[in-house]
C-alpha cells in the first residue's frame, strides 16, 4: 500500500454575529468567522492536508476567495470536491487528527457531531476521524478571542497495483 502524510493549517478572524462552523456543524455562539466561504476553519486545514499529502496544493489553488462560485460556499461542498479528486485515483482516508484551538464557546458537546459529520463527508468510518478541542489559556490572539486556528494531519492511503 502506498501512503501519503500531510498537514493542514488555517486561521480565521471571529467577530459577532456571524454563525460559527467548525468540522461541518454550526456552533451556538456570539461570534463566528470572517471569511469568503462559510469559514469552517476545520473543514479548511483538513482540505489543505488531504492536498497537500498528494502535492496538489492548497484550498486557495482549488477554491480561490476572489471567486465569486465560493462566495457564502458551504465548506462540506470543498471537502466533498477535495475528496471526489482523491479518489478518482485510488486514494482513501486511513485516519485524520484534527485540533482545533479556540478560547471560547466550549466545544466539547459538538466534537462527536463535528467527527460523524467529517466522516459522512469523507466516505470513512468515524473512528478514523478524531477531533481535538483546546484553549490557548487566554494567550495570544485565540486566548483573547480575536481568532480560531486549527491543525490538521492525514494519512492516505492507496493499493498498490503489483499487490492484485
Known amino acids: 500500500m502506498d501512503l501519503r502524510i500531510g498537514n493542514g493549517y488555517d486561521v480565521h478572524a471571529l467577530a459577532p454575529g456571524l454563525p460559527l462552523w467548525l468540522g ?66 485510488g486514494w482513501h482516508v486511513v485516519n485524520a487528527d484534527i485540533t482545533i484551538a479556540m478560547q471560547k464557546p466550549k466545544l466539547a458537546p459538538y466534537i462527536v457531531p463535528m467527527r460523524e459529520c467529517l466522516a459522512s463527508v469523507m466516505g470513512c468510518s468515524v473512528g478514523q476521524v478524531s477531533v481535538k478541542a483546546t484553549t490557548t489559556e487566554k494567550l495570544g490572539f485565540v486566548g483573547r478571542s480575536e481568532g480560531c486556528e486549527v491543525y490538521a494531519v492525514v494519512l492516505l492511503g492507496r493499493y498498490d497495483e503489483t499487490f492484485e
Open 24 to 89: 461541518g456543524i454550526q456552533v451556538e455562539s456570539p461570534i463566528g468567522c470572517i471569511a469568503h466561504s462559510d469559514g469552517d476553519v476545520a473543514i479548511h486545514a483538513l482540505c489543505d492536508a488531504i492536498l497537500g499529502s498528494l502535492a496538489l496544493g492548497d484550498i486557495g489553488k482549488h477554491f480561490p476567495d476572489t471567486s465569486d462560485e465560493f462566495k457564502g460556499i458551504d465548506s462540506k461542498i470543498l471537502l466533498r470536491r477535495v475528496m471526489e479528486l482523491i479518489t478518482k485515483d
